[in-house]
């Protein structure tokens, strides 16, 4: 946890805004993932790939998928922290992954997001790091993410609902509109 607390300055360090993506994860079933190029964002099925469709953690009261939660974005400086066996633990499914503060003091509810040709919105839903989060990446890096003083860095990342269907791809920016 020490180690874990250390890290927020660098964390926060990260570029503000116009960030390449640097990875894309796509997550077609449970515990699967596939990194790829490009994903496809609708505001209907979220990325239609994806699993939000059909197995959504987050519903609506009539049961629906929660649209605030099609898309998360992991800030690379936390994923380099806590995945640090990457032969034998799986990647941490965020279909975007980029060296961006994803806190709530520079990513504010509500922030619109141009991302190659779409633009999602961060949503008021918090990551708060699932159990898989706690299995794979240990019980001081799932504390560190709902420690009460680290909520507003948004540490495990953003959650995002899809408000324009386009293309995002590896490479492409992340800028704030």
């Not at 980029?98 to 990551?127: H, K, Q």
Request: hydrophobic residues 40%; negative net charge.
């Amino acid at each position: 946890m020490h180690e874990l607390q250390a890290a927020i300055p660098h964390i926060l360090d990260a570029p503000k805004d116009n960030v390449p993506i640097y990875s894309l994860c796509l997550r077609p079933d449970y515990g699967e993932r596939q990194i790829v190029n490009e994903i496809q964002f609708t505001k209907e099925f979220g990325i239609p790939s994806e699993r939000w469709s059909t197995a959504a953690w987050m519903k609506l009261p009539d049961g629906q998928p929660d649209p605030r939660i099609q898309v998360s974005i992991l800030n690379k400086r936390v994923m380099d922290l806590v995945w640090l066996d990457r032969e034998n633990t799986p990647h941490p499914g965020d279909p975007i992954v980029a060296d961006i503060d994803t806190s709530e003091a520079n990513m504010p509810v509500g922030t619109l997001l141009r991302i190659g040709s779409t633009t999602v919105r961060v949503s008021d839903a918090f990551n708060d790091a699932c159990v898989k989060w706690k299995v794979r990446y240990g019980k001081d890096a799932k504390d560190w993410i709902v420690r009460p003083d680290n909520i507003k860095h948004k540490l495990r990342g953003l959650l995002c609902e899809v408000v324009e269907d386009g293309w995002v791809r590896s490479g492409d920016v992340i800028q704030k509109v």
